[in-house]
């Protein structure tokens, strides 16, 4: 019966290490994601302050650098929103280990009642 509990347990902590490795990875997604989504907001901004330096200018530049920090503006929200859409959808740190655990209990607590009856 110990062997068996420390083989579960085993089991347990192998699955946690793969969660936390899991967790790690959504992790870096999400940083690599906002950087980028920083980064794009950042050239939206100095396109904007060059469209109001241009907007005295006479030509059609302003379309094409309003277009453009549009486009930033536009991608660097679509970024932020899935980051944020990603983060609220994520699992609980260690659900399944967790799970599988109180299965255990749950199972060992049946035997030790078999085993009393």
């Known amino acids: 019966m110990g062997a068996t ?6 089991t347990r902590l192998e ?3 793969v969660e ?3 967790e790690s990875q959504r992790f870096l997604r999400y940083l690599i994601l906002s950087l980028l989504a920083l980064f794009l907001f950042g050239i939206a901004s100095v396109l ?3 469209f109001v330096i241009v907007l005295f200018w006479d030509s059609y530049r302003l379309a094409a650098v309003a277009g ?3 486009v930033f503006i536009a991608a660097g929200a ?5 980051v944020r859409a990603e983060m609220r959808a ?3 740190l260690l659900a399944d280990t967790i799970g ?3 299965q255990d209990i749950a199972c060992i607590r049946g035997l030790g009642g078999n085993h009393d009856t």
Do not use: D, F, G, Q
């Open 90 to 92: 994520k699992p609980p």
């Open 15 to 17: 699955l946690a290490v």
């Open 5 to 10: 509990l420390v083989a579960m347990l085993h």
């Open 68 to 70: 453009m920090a549009l």
């Open 48 to 50: 904007v302050a060059l």
């Open 20 to 22: 936390i490795e899991e």
């Open 100 to 102: 599988e655990l109180r």
């Open 78 to 82: 679509i970024l932020a929103v899935k």
